[in-house]
């Protein structure tokens, strides 16, 4: 498995932007299916991004498409995930996950190893 470790959160206000970075240990990187993950106070975690392996392909949810932008940097063992005009109901505590997957998957039962997570907290 690979170890995660999320930073980059923070309080902003609404319309702001925020990129978080996701930093993974091991040499096996480059072969994991990146995906960022939300959980809002009270809700369900949810789908937010993901990235193959080669950073060729992502998907995203539809809440957050043209405003968010997944992206990978596999010399540095790092993932990313730029947050345009966020929103209130963006905030959330964001999770990093890794799936050893090769297609496309939202499911979080896919994902095997996570990191702590990151608070996002937008005011209006």
């Known amino acids: 498995q690979v170890q995660l470790v999320e930073s980059g959160g923070g309080l902003v206000q609404a319309g702001d932007s925020l990129r978080l970075s996701c930093a993974a240990s091991?040499?096996?990187?480059?072969?994991?299916?990146m995906g960022w993950f939300r959980q809002a106070p009270g809700k369900e975690r949810e789908f937010v991004a993901t990235?193959?392996?080669?950073?060729?392909?992502?998907n995203y949810a539809d809440s957050v498409k043209a405003r968010f932008t997944i992206s990978r940097d596999n010399a540095k063992n790092t993932v990313y995930l730029q947050m345009n005009s966020l929103k209130p109901e963006d905030t959330a505590v964001y999770y990093c996950?890794?799936?050893?997957?090769?297609?496309?998957?939202?499911?979080?039962?896919?994902?095997?190893?996570w990191g702590q997570g990151t608070q996002v907290t937008v005011s209006s």
């Open positions: 990235i193959s392996p080669s950073g060729g392909v992502t």
């Open positions: 091991g040499r096996t990187f480059s072969t994991y299916r």
């Open positions: 996950a890794a799936s050893s997957s090769l297609y496309y998957t939202s499911s979080s039962y896919d994902f095997r190893s």
